[in-house]
């Protein structure tokens, strides 16, 4: 008479034949940590370097309004006053705005290298992993078979 297989026991044994191994996560999170970390730090840099042009800014025109505000001898002197502060507000603000996009550029360059190695650190490493899984699986797969004759 033929002997009937215990599946509980056959499934027991191939689930422990297939450990978890958490490393893989741990790594992960370790890596995802430290590319936010020099996210958050670009991040930080192109805030500290926008408030300083924006203070940098404001104290100019602050001072230049004060020169305005100054009482004259003549009418056509307080136009005068009003044509120079416009035009050196237009000139201060182009000079502004140039700061501020080689802030956003530098910015934008830094992320896409950042992005660009941890993509290439992923892709390692779930090359890495999945070859690992394989391996494990196949020999799991193995000794499953061989304990099932």
Sequence with gaps: MAKTQDMTAM???MMGAFPVDTSALEGAYKNTAALNEKL??????AVEKSSEI???????????????SKAKAEPADYA???TDFASA??????????AFAEVA????METVELMMAAGKDVTEEATAAVKKATD??????????????
């Design 11 to 13: 499934l027991k044994d």
């Design 80 to 82: 005068k006053a009003m």
């Design 105 to 108: 550029k530098k910015v934008q």
């Design 136 to 149: 494990e699986v196949t020999s799991a797969a193995k000794k499953a078979t061989a304990k099932a004759k």
């Design 54 to 68: 924006s203070s940098k800014w404001t104290k100019d025109t602050l001072t230049k309004l004060a020169d305005m």
């Design 40 to 45: 958050a730090g670009v991040a930080l840099e």
């Design 89 to 98: 507000q237009a000139e201060v603000a182009a000079e502004n705005m140039a």
